[in-house]
């Protein structure tokens, strides 16, 4: 069974940083597919819905959100099935629920469970 779990929200002050993980286990990725996979994180605010935040490619090439350029980088370790994302100058605009999506395919695609941000001004 497919297993995908975010950590490393939490309470951090305007100005501050903080680095989510995502990490893939069970099914599919026991072996060394998470190499194929499109990586996303979304975020969702309160009363608002969900966006797009960054990407990261199977080729390594990344893609961000206009509001979080030049403050967020994704990256990725094949090796250990994760992805990580650094936020950095973090605003409070930025608190929302950060969620993972892993994507192989048009049949494989799942999502973890999300992680609290909480940016305080």
């Known amino acids: 069974q497919v297993q995908l779990v975010e950590s490393g929200g939490g309470l951090v002050q305007a100005g501050g940083s903080l680095r989510l993980s995502c990490a893939a286990s069970?099914?599919?990725?026991?072996?060394?597919?998470?190499?194929?996979?499109?990586v996303n994180w979304y975020r969702q605010a309160p009363g608002k819905q969900r966006e797009p935040v960054a990407t990261i490619t199977v080729t390594g090439n990344t893609n961000y959100a206009d509001s979080v350029k030049g403050r967020f980088t994704i990256s990725r370790d094949n090796g250990k099935n994760t992805v990580n994302l650094e936020m950095d100058t973090l605003k409070p605009e930025d608190t929302a629920v950060y969620y993972c999506?892993?994507?192989?395919?048009?049949?494989?695609?799942?999502w973890g469970q999300g992680t609290q941000v909480t940016v305080s001004s």
């Open positions: 999506n892993v994507k192989i395919g048009p049949l494989n695609d799942y």
């Open positions: 069970g099914g599919i990725f026991r072996g060394s597919i998470f190499s194929l996979a499109t």
